[in-house]
Nanobody, 126 residues
Framework: VQLQAYGGGLVQAGGSLRLSCAVS????????MAWFRQTDGKEEERDFV??????????YYADSVKGRFTVSRDNAKNTLILQMNGLKVEDTAVYYC??????????????????WGQGTQVTVSS
């Protein structure tokens, strides 16, 4: 399975961005999905942002993004979406999408995910 994240960019604080993650070589509905992010200075640590079950019934968010970010998926198009509104300077990071065929209780742990996209940079200016 290959994942490709895109849609990042430079935006002013308070603005919006929409990230996408295209999945190929597999069927999206076979995987629980998540977004993580990594900031400068935290080379080996990716922070949980949001996760979504294979059927979209369950979604989870980090407290820092709750109410501002929305995760969704279109299994027919093999695409995962992250709509980010009300962006803050502290949201600046490289954002990664991830897939886990055995998705469950440890959805917030990066080590639970088997497949990763290459990351897309999001920069929020003040």
């Amino acid at each position: 399975v290959q994942l490709q994240a895109y849609g990042g960019g430079l935006v002013q604080a308070g603005g919006s961005l929409r990230l996408s993650c295209a999945v190929s070589g597999g069927t999206l509905s076979d995987y629980g999905m998540a977004w993580f992010r990594q900031t400068d200075g935290k080379e080996e640590e990716r922070d949980f942002v949001t996760a979504i079950s294979w059927n979209s019934v369950y979604t989870y968010y980090a407290d820092s993004v709750k109410g501002r970010f929305t995760v969704s998926r279109d299994n027919a198009k093999n695409t995962l979406i992250l709509q980010m509104n009300g962006l803050k300077v502290e949201d600046t990071a490289v954002y990664y999408c991830a897939a886990d065929p055995g998705w469950g209780g440890s959805y917030y742990k990066s080590t639970s995910y088997d497949y990763w996209g290459q990351g897309t940079q999001v920069t929020v200016s003040s």
